[in-house]
């Protein structure tokens, strides 16, 4: 009957203060990786003839239909061929240039709250072991006040009390990290699909007059 009552709630329960920051991080990882990840799945999504169309309507003197197309698309390549197509009669170097600084701002948006979640990674293990640190001074200290009655189950009962936080702060810091590592992949497939587009649509650019 005692191994019946050891459930998730009575342990989350006998971790003290701690384990509510604990809880707390673990909500912000989880929202953060879900919003994120659904924020970055939509921006690497691209319509297949995009690319082809802004082709043709350059190519056929097109502009407006081609900033046209890049309206109607919400996506960081359609937002950052716009800004290139915008700038079309000026020299290259200046519409490379915008094309790279749309890109940087449109990685910066998809990053937004990344680091949050790096440092839910780096700080649930630490307020474990305070949690833990805090556990055994209360167990010893619970100890010492027993006097010469000193009962070991009053000190393995602080003990494994103790290390709960522990086990709670590795858990949520390795979901954490994990969930952090799988967004910066993400966002690095993102990186090198707008470097192509870039390089695409400039040597687009050179097509027509060669």
């Given at each position: 009957?005692?191994?019946?009552?050891?459930?998730?709630?009575?342990?989350?329960?006998?971790?003290?203060?701690?384990?509510?920051?604990?809880?707390?991080?673990?909500?912000?990882?989880?929202?953060?990786?879900?919003?994120?990840?659904?924020?970055?799945?939509?921006?690497?999504?691209?319509e297949i003839?995009?690319?082809n169309n802004?082709?043709?309507?350059?190519?056929?003197?097109?502009?407006?239909?081609?900033?046209?197309?890049?309206?109607?698309?919400?996506?960081?390549?359609?937002?950052?061929?716009?800004?290139?197509?915008?700038?079309?009669?000026?020299?290259?170097?200046?519409?490379?240039?915008?094309?790279?600084?749309?890109?940087?701002?449109?990685?910066?948006?998809?990053?937004?709250?990344?680091?949050?979640?790096?440092?839910?990674?780096?700080?649930?293990?630490?307020?474990?072991?305070?949690?833990?640190?805090?556990?055994?001074?209360?167990?010893?200290?619970?100890?010492?006040?027993?006097?010469?009655?000193?009962?070991?189950?009053?000190?393995?009962?602080?003990?494994?009390?103790?290390?709960?936080?522990?086990?709670?702060?590795?858990?949520v810091g390795?979901?954490?990290?994990?969930?952090?590592?799988?967004?910066?992949?993400?966002?690095?497939?993102?990186?090198?699909?707008?470097?192509?587009?870039?390089?695409?649509?400039?040597?687009?650019?050179?097509?027509?007059?060669?």
């Amino acid at each position: 009957q005692e191994f019946e009552t050891l459930s998730i709630w009575n342990l989350a329960l006998k971790g003290g203060l701690v384990m509510i920051p604990l809880a707390i991080l673990s909500i912000v990882a989880i929202y953060i990786f879900i919003e994120r990840y659904f924020a970055i799945s939509r921006a690497s999504s691209e319509e297949i003839n995009f690319m082809n169309n802004i082709r043709d309507f350059i190519h056929n003197g097109r502009i407006d239909s081609a900033k046209s197309l890049c309206r109607n698309n919400q996506s960081p390549i359609a937002r950052m061929v716009a800004k290139g197509i915008v700038r079309i009669g000026r020299p290259l170097t200046d519409i490379n240039a915008a094309i790279e600084n749309v890109g940087k701002l449109e990685i910066a948006k998809l990053e937004k709250n990344i680091a949050v979640l790096a440092t839910v990674a780096g700080a649930a293990p630490m307020l474990g072991f305070l949690g833990t640190v805090i556990g055994m001074v209360r167990a010893f200290y619970n100890m010492s006040m027993a006097g010469p009655n000193i009962d070991i189950s009053l000190l393995a009962g602080g003990i494994y009390e103790a290390m709960i936080t522990t086990i709670t702060g590795l858990t949520v810091g390795i979901i954490a990290y994990i969930c952090y590592n799988i967004l910066v992949a993400r966002i690095e497939k993102v990186v090198f699909m707008l470097e192509a587009r870039a390089t695409e649509f400039m040597d687009l650019l050179h097509e027509p007059a060669s």
